[in-house]
């Protein structure tokens, strides 16, 4: 599989470094609020590539942060009046009720940075003892000058750097361009014991030490957003090669930005969204559908309309894989279309694989995906049964890959007892010629949100959108 390393501007072929093992490190969530849309497309494109990468036999250690202890998580829990653990507690709970519906896998382990100060406190004593950072009154800071690389990843050079670089008012920095990897504690805030007095870490540190802690000093692939790429990542990449001597990551992946309504995404601009306030309006496979009809690369824009569209396009899917198991259960009149749709779908799935091979290109992969789904409405009313559980379990694979068609057991299950009760209720009435008592239960459904209909397999009910 080739894919775009940001490290070396190229699409590479990707092997993993240890046979049939990839190991993946993704920065995770600063937790002090729910997630928003921009959170959500790194969450999405990655957990598709390792699902991408397990579908082709790879075992996966997909490692993935939760940053619980940082400037906006101190400054939210204090405006709560709550410590910053109970933030991260909540915000923790509220990241992985997001995620799971979003039918993103859960991580091989979702370290928290407070849980990890002492691997760190000894990452930062290498440092210092290679002559890579310095204490100034109980903060440490990186000589990033002395990281002859410096700069690699995000392909700028010193100078240009150095006229970006800030200095905060109080640091007292050796070079602008250095950066903090320990804090020495300030009033209100939490601080763990240092060799250098009491602090807490900076944010780099943390994602270069877990990452070497679960998946080794040289990992495989390394991935997050394109606005890591400067200085986080680059921060990432001095600290561990200079403390290691040895490539930190092999692979650097990158996401495009989000923009709402064609503008950066913005609270005050009014153009913001969480994905609950999404999920709970839409099918949340819709919002993983939008999201992976683009190319992970690129700058992706999102509105209502469009993931309005998107959950159309949902639909069609969710249609086509009902209509087969339908189809497969009753039978159809020929099988005259056998040959043609096999064919047709065997085509299309090469394509599929082919489009996932470069670069992870699921904006290709949709679009043969819906293909396919035309191809299967078009034909499966004259084929075999064989053929159509054939076509069914191709569309079922594919999905899988992109992690969509997931819910569809659920959705079926998803109407409350209390509705399936009324419904219950029509049928005995229907049985008993009420058919007045049976109508006036429909209008009840009706005004609940649910249409029953009745087809020659049974009573079915549907919720309106
Ligand atoms: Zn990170």
Redesign the pocket.
């Known amino acids: 599989m080739k894919l775009y390393n940001t490290l070396t501007m190229t699409k590479e072929e990707f092997e993993p470094l240890e046979q049939g093992k990839v190991k993946m490190y993704v920065?995770g969530p600063t937790v002090y609020d729910f997630i928003h849309i921009g959170n959500a497309r790194p969450l999405i494109v990655f957990d598709t590539l390792r699902r991408y990468f397990e579908y082709k036999g790879y075992e996966v250690l997909y490692i993935q942060?939760f940053t619980d202890i940082e400037d906006k998580m101190i400054n939210r829990a204090n405006k709560e009046g709550i410590t910053v653990f109970e933030l991260a507690e909540r915000f923790i709970n509220e990241y992985y009720k997001d995620a799971d519906r979003l039918n993103v896998r859960r991580a091989t382990r979702n370290p928290r940075a407070t849980e990890e100060i002492e691997d760190m406190i000894n990452l930062i004593q290498r440092l210092l003892d290679r002559g890579y950072a310095y204490v100034v009154d109980g903060d440490v800071y990186f000589r990033t000058r002395k990281f002859a690389e410096y700069g690699k990843l995000s392909h700028k050079n010193i100078e240009e750097l150095i006229a970006g670089a800030r200095v905060d008012p109080g640091e007292k920095k050796e070079d602008p361009l250095d950066f903090a990897l320990w804090k020495a504690k300030k009033q209100g805030e939490p601080a763990w014991i240092s060799p250098w007095g009491e602090g807490r870490p900076g944010w780099h540190i943390?994602?270069s030490v877990m990452a070497m802690k679960y998946l080794g000093e040289t990992i495989d692939i390394h991935a997050?957003g394109q606005d890591?790429i400067f200085p986080?990542h680059e921060n990432?990449i001095a600290q561990s090669e200079a403390a290691t001597g040895k490539p930190f990551a092999r692979f650097w992946l990158h996401n495009g930005y989000v923009n709402i309504n064609n503008e950066k995404m913005s609270k005050s601009l009014g153009n913001f969204f969480t994905v609950r306030e999404i999920i709970e309006k839409y099918h949340p496979e819709a919002l993983r559908l939008f999201m992976l009809q683009a190319h992970y690369r690129k700058p992706l824009n999102f509105s209502i309309d469009l993931i309005q569209q998107a959950e159309s396009a949902l639909k069609r899917i969710y249609t086509c894989y009902e209509n087969l198991e339908n189809l497969i259960k009753n039978g159809t009149m020929s099988d005259s279309s056998d040959k043609e749709l096999q064919a047709s779908l065997e085509i299309l799935k090469a394509r599929f694989i082919e489009a996932m091979e470069d670069d992870l290109n699921t904006a290709e992969a949709t679009g043969y995906l819906f293909e396919m789904v035309r191809e299967i409405n078009t034909h499966a009313n004259t084929c075999s049964k064989e053929v159509l559980i054939f076509a069914k379990d191709i569309l079922k694979e594919l999905c899988s890959i992109l992690g969509i068609l997931e819910q569809y057991e659920e959705k079926k299950d998803e109407i409350p007892p209390e509705i399936l009760e009324l419904v219950e209720k029509r049928n005995e009435a229907r049985k008993a010629k009420n058919f007045l008592e049976a109508d006036r239960i429909r209008d009840e459904l009706k005004s609940l949100g649910y249409i029953v209909l009745d087809t020659p397999q049974g009573t079915k009910v549907e919720r309106v959108k």
């Open positions: 920065c942060n943390e994602c997050g890591l986080h990432e």
